[in-house]
Antibody, heavy 115, light 110 residues
Framework: QVQLVQSGAEVKKPGASVKVSCKAS????????MHWVRQAPGQGLEWMGR????????NYGRNFQGRVTMTRDTSISTASMELSRLTSDDAVVYYC????????WGQGSLVTVSS | QSALTQPASVSGSPGQSITISCTGT?????????VSWFQHHPGKVPKLMIY???NRPSGVSNRFSGSKSGNTASLTISGLQADDEADYYC??????????FGGGTKLTVL
């Protein structure tokens, strides 16, 4: 069965960077885009970007251009998302999700930003 | 890329049908048949309910159906049940090779 298992919660200081990972299993990792989506408490879903695990090619949302980097390691079927220059607005839950239909989701990773 | 437009809230009584709209532009919903709908219960992971405008993933009740006309996609839930009460989001692929979400609709089952 398809599973996406994300890394655990993180606590970061303002201005720092955070890296969240997403380990895929149950399917061929390189066959589907991996997307990253975030949600602030009480707010809607926000698309951050996607990576093609086969080529490494990326597309980023306008709000994150220049601040987000998505990578993958095909040897361990893992996609990662790094967000830099963190502010309090980045203290939200981050999800990875498979394919352009977002058919399977990770469990979410909470990032706290606090001095 | 602007967010897709959804009503903030809709409501219905058990057994009734409701429809949630999702309005985009010719750069997203109007051109691409990559519209998805998600159900999100607070504190849980979003769940895909409809993909590619009309398709239901395995395991999703046939009470959920999707459609599209022009720049507007719609999700219809028939035979409303208490457990359908949740937030619903649409998403669409765009001409910029990105995805865009709607702002979300809170469904209340009266």
């Amino acid at each position: 069965q398809v599973q996406l298992v994300q890394s655990g919660a993180e606590v970061k200081k303002p201005g720092a960077s955070v890296k969240v990972s997403c380990k895929a299993s149950g399917y061929t990792f390189t066959d589907y885009y991996m997307h990253w989506v975030r949600q602030a408490p009480g707010q809607g879903l926000e698309w951050m970007g996607r990576i093609n695990p086969n080529t490494g090619g990326t597309n980023y949302g306008r709000n994150f251009q220049g601040r987000v980097t998505m990578t993958r390691d095909t040897s361990i079927s893992t996609a990662s998302m790094e967000l830099s220059r963190l502010t309090s607005d980045d203290a939200v839950v981050y999800y990875c999700a498979r394919s352009d239909s977002l058919d399977y989701w990770g469990q979410g990773s909470l990032v706290t930003v606090s001095s | 890329q602007s967010a897709l437009t959804q009503p903030a809230s809709v409501s219905g009584s058990p057994g009734q049908s409701i429809t949630i709209s999702c309005t985009g532009t010719s750069s997203d919903v109007g051109t691409y048949n990559y519209v998805s709908w998600f159900q999100h219960h607070p504190g849980k992971v979003p769940k895909l309910m409809i993909y590619e405008v009309t398709n239901r993933p395995s395991g999703v009740s046939n009470r959920f159906s999707g459609s599209k006309s022009g720049n507007t996609a719609s999700l219809t839930i028939s035979g409303l049940q208490a457990d359908d009460e949740a937030d619903y989001y649409c998403s669409s692929y765009t001409s910029s090779s990105t995805l865009v979400f709607g702002g979300g609709t809170k469904l209340t089952v009266l």
